[in-house]
């Protein structure tokens, strides 16, 4: 339980099982394979995998925090982490311990100023839900006051004690972890750690404020005020502060209630459609999303009948605890990369991430293009359930292909975009949940076409400032040919070619390393062999091996 672990124990439990599986990782998916043993990574993976899903499991349960938040990212992936993974965290947003009732009414009473008994008629002390971060309970409301608002049925959303110190904790031991991957140069060279783990921070701030979350249901409710589609329970302000928040109880159907959903009369594919074209429209249409559309925060309520072309049902969003924002400038960069995706159009992919700010300004973008290019030939309108049925080889040699254009161009994530990412993440994940034939492109394309149509008026203005750029560039091209031209008279064009230059280099280098690793696979099986008979011996010979294995690695990077 979170609420008596002491926050220094606390902080190193993260940190030492963050350590053990960084490590495992290093040495199963880096080491391993470069040294010939490819085939016992591949054989271990799933077992691997299976077995870091359950200690984190564990881990999460006990902790809570910010760690269930960790969990509930994880268990929606399922477009990207294999099934070991995502199945043995589905069920961890249900599995949070409820706080005693006693603890709750204390808390929420010293918050109101009042008994419970005199704001509220009944007050359930069963927990219809047990978040990381708080409970709900289920409750009526005074008739005076439900007289006013129009309803009596309410939930009540109620702190964890202490959790505002165990969320201190955890972005401290998160800021730790980050440090340790931004000395990472694959990872230093392409993302601000250390500035993400800030940005996550400010929105779990944020998160605990309960007032905070109140003013974002309603702005939500505002950008929804006029889709039959979309339904946002209403606050009870006047039972409401920092860490009690009263709303309309909106309960219905979960959105992977698959069988429920069914049962109602309603089409799960239909759901993953409109659920993502939503999530969609809050991205690029209202610049204003919901950044944590996990299960338990969605639900699909039925209704009678249905207006016009709305279904006869309503998507109900709760907990907006964690909300995003898209400035006017990012959101035109992000229609210009959806666009461009459902046009398969690779150019246009690298310019939009150019103006999103994901690419830094001068990256060399041609590989990436080249890439890009490919990935649409291959794999363009691809489902994920279709991309499942391809030989996994074909993944595996795509990757070893590019694997170098992607690692050496300067990624960067913009402000914001992590939580557009989650958002992305968790859509994705939760449409492939509800159909597993899902198709994103079949929400993109109609998408990208309305946004073409929507943004029809700036075709002119584009025209004429690229009819501009181009005049410029005619106008300047006499005087860079005769640049060009007395450079070459002179003598003095130069021809760069480094690969030429650095292949007799790496030759020599390449034999040296081929005995290393021949001299570390034997006295790594020699060791494990003889380690069940003379156990001395054998954990001897295996840590010595590490020492040809060092310049095997080092002596890749210097080749490099």
């Known amino acids: 339980m979170p609420d008596v672990l002491h926050g220094r124990a606390r902080y190193r439990r993260i940190l030492r099982f963050a350590a053990r599986h960084l490590i495992a990782i290093w040495w199963f998916e880096l080491i391993i ?6 085939r016992v990574t591949e054989r271990t993976r799933a077992a691997r995998m299976h077995r870091f899903a359950s200690r984190f499991r564990v881990l999460a349960v006990d902790l809570g925090g910010l760690m269930i938040k960790l969990g509930q990212f994880m268990s929606t992936r399922l477009d990207v982490l294999p099934p070991e993974i995502t199945k043995e965290l589905e069920d961890l947003q249900d599995e949070v311990p409820a706080v005693p009732f006693a603890q709750i009414q204390a808390l929420a009473e010293a918050e109101l100023g009042v008994p419970l008994a005199q704001v509220y008629a009944s007050f359930d002390p069963t927990p219809v839900a047990a978040a990381s971060l708080g409970q709900a309970h289920r409750a009526t409301l005074a008739s005076s006051l439900a007289t006013d608002v129009g309803f009596a049925q309410v939930v009540v959303k109620v702190q964890r004690p202490g959790i505002a110190d165990i969320v201190a904790v955890d972005l401290s031991a998160l800021r730790r972890v980050g440090a340790w991957l931004s000395r990472l140069r694959v990872v230093s060279h392409r993302v601000d750690m250390p500035g993400l783990i800030e940005e996550f921070a400010a929105t779990s701030l944020e998160e605990i404020d309960y007032l905070h979350e109140a003013q974002n249901a309603e702005a939500f409710a505002a950008s929804f005020a006029e889709d039959p589609r979309v339904r946002v329970p209403a606050i009870v302000w006047e039972r409401t502060t920092r860490r009690v928040l009263t709303l309309e109880d909106v309960t219905a159907i979960k959105i992977t209630d698959v069988d429920a959903i069914r049962a109602a009369g309603i ?26 559309p996990h299960p338990g925060n969605i639900f699909v309520t039925p209704r009678a009948g249905g207006d016009g072309d709305a279904p006869a049902w309503t998507l109900t969003f709760v907990d907006f605890g964690m909300m995003g924002d898209v400035p006017d400038r990012l959101r035109a960069s992000l229609r210009k990369l959806i666009i461009a995706a ?6 246009g992919m690298v310019v939009a991430m150019h103006d999103a700010g ?3 300004p001068s990256a060399d973008t041609k ?26 080889r074909e993944f595996r040699d795509f990757a070893l292909e590019f694997s170098d254009v992607m690692l050496t161009l300067p990624f960067q994530l913009p402000e914001n975009f992590l939580l557009i990412i989650r958002a992305l993440s968790l859509t994705s994940g939760l449409s492939t949940s509800l159909d597993p034939r899902y198709n994103v492109w079949d929400s993109v394309e109609p998408y990208a076409t309305q946004l073409l149509r929507s943004e029809a ?17 005619a106008w300047h091209l006499p005087k860079r040919l005769d640049g060009v031209l007395t450079t070459i008279e002179d003598g003095k064009l ?14 020599e280098h390449t034999a040296r390393r081929l005995v290393s690793a021949l001299i570390f696979a034997a006295m790594l099986i020699a060791g494990a062999r003889l380690h069940a008979d003379d156990p001395g011996t054998g954990i001897a010979l295996m840590v010595a091996s590490v020492v040809p294995l060092l310049h095997v690695i080092f002596g890749r990077r210097h080749d490099r």
């Open 358 to 360: 994901v690419l830094l």
């Open 494 to 507: 130069s021809i760069n070619a480094p690969k030429l230059e650095d292949t007799f280099g790496r030759l």
């Open 457 to 473: 008026g700036n075709v002119l203005g584009d025209l004429g400032g690229q009819l501009r750029e181009n005049a410029q560039v």
């Open 33 to 38: 394979p470069r040294v010939g043993f490819r």
């Open 342 to 347: 459902a046009a398969r159009d690779g150019r």
């Open 267 to 292: 089409e799960p594919r239909t759901v993953a459609k409109v659920f993502a074209e939503v999530m969609l429209d809050q991205l690029f249409v209202h610049g204003f999303f919901h950044a944590d």
């Open 367 to 392: 590989e990436l293009e080249r890439v890009l290019t490919q990935v649409f030939a291959r794999f363009g309108g691809m489902g994920f359930a279709e991309l499942r049925e391809l030989d996994p």
